[in-house]
Nanobody
C-alpha cells in the first residue's frame, strides 16, 4: 500500500510557474513509477508526465513538453512537477499516481492515487 498526497496547487497568472509535489508514504517508494495526470469537469483524466522508478526515464504529453519537468527524490519519497509558462488551458485538478511497474501514460495502469490539487491559471 502506498499513500500519495499532492500539494502546491494554486491560482497563478498565465506565464507563471508552479511546482507540485507528490509525497508518498508506505512501501519503498523507489519501487514505484509515478505519473501526473490532470482532469477538468466533464473530461477524462489526461496524462501529463511520468517518471521511472529511479528517475532515469521521463515521459511527457505533447501539450506540456518543454514547459513541464517531472523529477523525483527517492530519499524524500517525493515526486515533483515543475510547471513553467502556464496557460489557462493548464487549469485542472492535478493527480499523482504510483505504479509498481514501468512508467505508463495510461491512467488504468496506476494502482495508487492521491486526492488531487487544484491548479488555476488566469488569463
Amino acid at each position: 500500500q502506498v499513500q500519495l498526497v499532492e500539494s502546491g496547487g494554486a491560482l497563478v497568472q498565465a506565464g507563471g510557474s508552479l511546482r507540485l509535489s507528490c509525497a508518498a508514504s508506505g512501501r519503498t517508494f523507489s519501487n514505484y513509477a509515478v505519473g501526473w495526470f490532470r482532469q477538468t469537469p466533464g473530461k477524462e483524466r489526461e496524462f501529463v508526465a511520468a517518471i521511472s522508478r529511479r528517475g532515469s526515464s521521463t515521459y511527457y504529453a505533447d501539450s506540456v513538453k518543454g514547459r513541464f519537468t517531472i523529477s523525483r527524490d527517492n530519499a524524500k519519497n517525493t515526486v515533483y512537477l515543475q510547471m513553467n509558462s502556464l496557460k489557462p488551458e493548464d487549469t485542472a485538478v492535478y493527480y499523482c499516481a504510483a505504479n509498481f511497474a514501468p512508467a505508463s501514460m495510461h491512467a488504468e495502469s496506476y494502482l495508487y492515487w492521491g486526492q488531487g490539487t487544484q491548479v488555476t491559471v488566469s488569463s
